[in-house]
């Protein structure tokens, strides 16, 4: 623990001694409600919630909820909480981290601070880090809070919005964090009020919160659509990348006086620890030459830049059964914290497409953003956020400085009395491999349990190989084969069986010495073919008949899993973060069981080859000189202290990152806020008349002044183009031309004839169709204006680091330039709004109750209401239009499309066109100013 922790630790001591008192009043409290009947205990949640409506605070009725918790526990599961487990439901509720040792049974404790957080009825999400926990918790722990009579939801990837509304109606959710952050982007997407499904952030429990809060906050979630990029561009840049050869950059003395930088070697240069690569100018002309180009450069959108760097990453950094895999035909992303695929989830800025290009899959389509928030901005919006783990002390400065948490490292039940290992080097990756091999069967053959963690998939089928030579039957638990997860860990601790668990896959399952009865039972039962949903009687009666074999085995197993040492823990690479490798370390020497752990380095891993440093150097070339065989490790303090160093360095770096996608976000987050605020003031139809007239006003001013300022001489004022824009954004070629006149009676006229507009329009509808009709379109022109204002972002973002070149701060010129760029999208947008709803027509289809009035709506203006390119597209429209077909990609605001018109049955081509819509001649003009000029 690091200076910076311990100063800012002080007083967690204070805090402990304070939760110790509390412990003895809920001890003390335990015999009254042992006394109460099932109904009576129930009935005090009622008594709760009136004395927290008569003014009575949460902190006040803590000791009596906890002792009901703990009572409520006893008779549904059969667990009773610990002291500690007591304490840690305190720091919980007081909106800390409660740091928890492996098997202290945290689930158990997030009851606690969950069920008196759940008494004003506001709602509480648990976070898990997957749905296999979250439906198992809300299962287990469900029991509990439906035995006081509270309700609880589950969420699970893929479910129907009218199953999560009520799962978040309930006061306690189970979900992911994923699942929680895109239901928040989603509701600020509905175009109804009634399809949200979110009630509020009131307070969260983040369960594995270094792993949500830390590993997973480095990528932003993203809602996205379809885009428009070519399979094939992608495929031709990983044709054009590949056989490359990598180079180094020569050393260059930058304090030298007139000497040039040599030349690099190679045709790209790489940079692992700095996850970064680039083409040389030899590799350069490889690639022109290759696509047929004659200088990539030259294209000013940046475009094909983006897809060579992005080929280049995925030929050369990104390799298959590490950081992704392929099954069925689909990349999909391994989570490199937990060794999880990461379903739906996609790597962006065409990365994701260029690996699929590059394994020779289904190149889907390039997504444009829609919506997108950190998971750091999304925690912050809960008013109270708290957070369990078996580490997180390592990074409490970072939870301090992003979430405002505090770490409350809470003791553990029985004392630890795991025997940890110094760190065993060898030479070569080939040489530590053998050594595990070696050290897993001299403890598989004498009946102790081993969990063997590996950094990737590819390690771990690369000892599995080994394993299989050497005749001892193992599990295999990584991205591949994640659905028997649970149950492979869950038996990990059996009598001689070995486990090898990419990373830490399988946390929030707890590894029993001996073995876990349920989770055999279930297996065996589940092995007669008997299901559970089909023949639940007959799944309940053999499933009891197997538990009651099961408890025998595993508690006879147990005792010999004991004598032969308890559960070895074997790392065979450090990770990057020390907090993984604690975690690794955690699953042994649970509640006081015994336990040994060991690490095995070589000098080959990338970690010591790309952090390590001289110190690993001289080690090396200490090794190579003395002629130390292969087989012969170093085990030595300092070179754990070395690794720790590398690790301290690498963890810095991912800081830096998080920190970097945190503070871009945050340029966003108060423009988030602010559209998702508007959206919701038009969804819950708040003084809905009072802003539309807020909006004429403002949009006349504006434009007013853009023609005729206030402090413009009569020379200077652009009446003609004042009218030009009245007509345009009415679609009323008769639009008033108006006088030289002061500024103010001129605004004044010209709101007045806008106003005036507005009003025929609304006789013309009605009020309930008009009202309908302003609420789409203001979601609609929003939501476009937003989604191609996140999209001119990411341009922006990717680009905006060359500024530093310039010696100018990327962070300011971002903030800059997007402060302007929000600034004219609040302008403009309802100017968008103005102009779609006063030339809009609104047609009844012959449909007995359509679902919304822009449903059957066609749009006689430009058709991009964002006001780009509208003459092009326009003029694109009527030609196509005049060729008998439809263009694509013309949908404009408020779901209309520029329309292809068909002969009626008279044979007539302009029977059904409306008197305001582009002529279908292709003239350009409208309908009833070109051949609808002589018809009534």
């Known amino acids: 623990m690091g200076f910076v922790s311990k100063l800012l630790s002080?007083?967690?001591?204070?805090?402990?001694?304070?939760?110790?008192?509390?412990?003895?009043?809920i001890n003390d409290l335990e015999p009254t409600y042992e006394k109460m009947s099932d109904e009576e205990l129930a009935h005090q949640t009622v008594l709760f919630r009136e004395r927290y409506e008569g003014g009575e605070s949460l902190d006040s009725m803590l000791p009596e909820a906890f002792a009901v918790v703990r009572e409520a526990s006893k008779r549904t599961l059969g667990l009773r909480h610990f002291d500690v487990q007591l304490i840690g439901g305190m720091a919980l509720h007081e909106g800390q981290i409660a740091e928890m040792k492996t098997g202290e049974g945290k689930t158990l404790v997030s009851t606690l601070a969950g069920y008196l957080n759940a008494i004003p009825a506001k709602g509480v999400h648990i976070v898990t880090v997957n749905d296999y926990l979250a439906r198992r918790d809300s299962e287990q722990m469900g029991r509990i809070y439906h035995f006081l009579g509270m309700t609880v939801g589950l969420l699970q990837n893929g479910m129907q919005l009218d199953l999560k509304r009520p799962a978040y109606q309930a006061d306690v959710t189970y979900g992911t964090n994923s699942e929680f952050g895109f239901d928040y982007l989603r509701d600020n997407m509905v175009v109804r009020p009634q399809q949200r499904v979110q009630r509020g952030h009131a307070y969260a429990i983040v369960d594995e919160v270094d792993?949500?809060?830390?590993?997973?906050?480095?990528?932003?979630?993203?809602?996205?659509?379809?885009?428009?990029?070519?399979?094939?561009?992608?495929?031709?840049?990983?044709?054009?990348?590949?056989?490359?050869?990598?180079?180094?950059?020569?050393?260059?003395?930058?304090?030298?006086?007139?000497?040039?930088?040599?030349?690099?070697?190679?045709?790209?240069?790489?940079?692992?620890?700095?996850?970064?690569?680039?083409?040389?100018?030899?590799?350069?002309?490889?690639?022109?030459?290759?696509?047929?180009?004659?200088?990539?450069?030259a294209d000013l959108s940046g475009q094909l830049v983006n897809h060579l760097q992005q080929a280049l990453k995925a030929q050369y950094m990104f390799h298959r059964d590490k950081q992704y895999?392929?099954?069925?035909?689909?990349?999909?992303?391994?989570?490199?914290?937990?060794?999880?695929?990461?379903?739906?989830?996609?790597?962006?800025?065409?990365?994701?497409?260029?690996?699929?290009?590059?394994?020779?899959v289904l190149v889907r389509e390039e997504n444009q953003t829609l919506a997108t928030i950190t998971l750091q901005n999304y925690f912050r919006l809960y008013d109270k956020l708290s957070g369990m783990t078996g580490t997180a002390l390592t990074e409490d400065a970072e939870f301090r400085e992003i979430y405002n948490l505090a770490v409350q490292v809470i003791p553990p039940n029985k004392p630890v009395i795991r025997k940890d290992n110094d760190d065993l080097v060898y030479r070569t990756i080939d040489a530590k491999f053998n050594a595990v091999a070696d050290?897993?069967?001299?403890?598989?053959?004498?009946?102790?349990?081993?969990?063997?963690?590996?950094?990737?998939?590819?390690?771990?089928?690369?000892?599995?190989?080994?394993?299989?030579?050497?005749?001892?039957?193992?599990?295999?638990?990584?991205?591949?084969?994640?659905?028997?997860?649970?149950?492979?860990?869950?038996?990990?601790?059996?009598?001689?069986?070995?486990?090898?668990?990419?990373?830490?896959?399988?946390?929030?399952?707890?590894?029993?010495?001996?073995?876990?009865?349920?989770?055999?039972?279930?297996?065996?039962?589940?092995?007669?073919?008997?299901?559970?949903?089909?023949?639940?009687?007959?799944?309940?009666?053999?499933?009891?008949?197997?538990?009651?074999?099961?408890?025998?085995?595993?508690?006879?197993?147990?005792?010999?899993?004991?004598?032969a040492g308890g559960l070895t823990v074997i790392g065979t690479e450090r990770h990057e973060s020390r907090r993984i490798d604690n975690q690794l370390r955690g699953r042994s020497g649970r509640q006081g069981d015994p336990g040994e752990t060991q690490f095995y380095l070589s000098l080959e891993d990338d970690l010591m080859r790309l952090f390590g440093g001289d110190r690993m150097d001289k080690v090396g070339a200490m090794m190579q000189r003395y002629d130390m065989p292969d087989d012969q490790p170093i085990q030595n303090k300092i070179i754990s202290k070395a690794v720790e160093g590398a690790q301290h360095k690498v963890e810095n770096i991912n800081f830096s990152m998080r920190k970097n996608v945190l503070e871009y976000d945050d340029v966003m987050n108060k423009q988030r806020q602010v559209i998702y605020a508007e959206?919701?003031?038009?969804?819950?139809?708040?003084?809905?008349?009072?802003?539309?007239?807020?909006?004429?006003?403002?949009?006349?001013?504006?434009?007013?002044?853009?023609?005729?300022?206030?402090?413009?001489?009569?020379?200077?004022?652009?009446?003609?183009?004042?009218?030009?824009?009245?007509?345009?954004?009415?679609?009323n070629q008769d639009a008033p031309e108006f006088g030289d006149e002061d500024y103010e009676d001129l605004k004044r006229d010209v709101l007045s004839y806008v106003d005036t507009c507005y009003e025929q329009k609304s006789e013309r509808l009605g009020e309930n169709l008009m009202r309908d009709l302003n609420t789409q379109v203001m979601l609609r022109v929003i939501d476009t204006r937003w989604m191609n204002y996140l999209q001119e972002m990411d341009y922006l973002k990717q680009g905006i680091g060359l500024r530093g070149f310039g010696q100018r701060d990327p962070l300011v010129e971002y903030k800059s330039e997007a402060f302007a760029a929000f600034h004219t999208l609040v302008d403009t947008m309802y100017e968008d709004y103005l102009r779609t709803v006063l030339r809009i027509e609104v047609r009844q289809?012959?449909?007995?109750?359509?679902?919304?009035?822009?449903?059957?709506?066609?749009?006689?203006?430009?058709?991009?209401p964002d006001g780009a390119s509208t003459l092009r597209r326009q003029a694109a429209a009527n030609a196509a239009n005049a060729a008998g077909r439809a263009p694509q990609g013309t949908a404009g605001a408020a779901g209309s499309t520029v329309r292809t018109y068909r002969k009626d049955e008279s044979g007539d081509p302009y029977a059904n066109v409306g008197r305001n819509d582009p002529c279908p001649c292709g003239s350009g003009k409208k309908f009833k100013n070109c051949h609808g000029k002589d018809r009534a």
């Not at 007083?11 to 939760?19: E, F, P, T, V």
């Not at 035909?329 to 699929?356: C, W």
């Not at 449909?847 to 006689?860: F, M, R």
Request: hydrophobic share 35%; charged share 30%.
């Open 679 to 731: 959206r919701n003031k038009i969804l819950d139809g708040k003084d809905l008349a009072g802003h539309i007239d807020e909006v004429i006003d403002d949009t006349v001013s504006r434009c007013v002044q853009e023609f005729c300022a206030v402090d413009s001489r009569s020379g200077e004022r652009d009446l003609e183009g004042l009218h030009k824009w009245l007509v345009e954004l009415t679609g």
């Open 10 to 25: 002080f007083g967690a001591d204070k805090d402990l001694k304070r939760y110790e008192k509390m412990v003895v009043k």
């Open 845 to 864: 289809a012959p449909k007995p109750e359509p679902p919304s009035a822009l449903d059957h709506a066609t749009y006689s203006g430009p058709s991009d």
């Open 439 to 563: 050290d897993v069967a001299a403890r598989h053959a004498k009946g102790q349990p081993v969990l063997v963690g590996t950094v990737s998939i590819e390690s771990s089928e690369r000892l599995s190989r080994l394993l299989n030579k050497r005749g001892i039957r193992h599990e295999v638990l990584n991205a591949k084969y994640h659905e028997r997860e649970a149950h492979i860990v869950a038996q990990a601790g059996r009598l001689g069986a070995v486990t090898i668990a990419t990373n830490m896959a399988g946390r929030g399952t707890d590894i029993l010495l001996g073995g876990n009865a349920e989770e055999l039972a279930r297996e065996e039962t589940l092995a007669l073919g008997i299901d559970p949903v089909e023949s639940p009687d007959e799944y309940k009666r053999t499933y009891m008949e197997k538990y009651t074999e099961a408890r025998e085995i595993c508690a006879s197993e147990r005792e010999k899993v004991l004598a």
């Open 325 to 360: 895999v392929v099954t069925n035909g689909e990349v999909k992303i391994v989570d490199e914290f937990t060794g999880r695929i990461m379903e739906g989830r996609r790597y962006s800025e065409g990365l994701h497409q260029a690996i699929e290009a590059k394994e020779g």
């Open 211 to 297: 792993s949500i809060l830390i590993d997973e906050a480095r990528t932003p979630l993203i809602i996205s659509g379809a885009g428009t990029k070519s399979a094939d561009t992608y495929k031709k840049f990983a044709r054009a990348v590949r056989g490359l050869t990598r180079g180094e950059e020569p050393e260059f003395d930058v304090m030298a006086v007139g000497a040039e930088r040599p030349e690099p070697t190679g045709d790209f240069i790489m940079d692992e620890a700095k996850h970064t690569i680039a083409c040389t100018e030899q590799g350069l002309e490889k690639v022109e030459q290759r696509l047929g180009i004659d200088d990539i450069y």
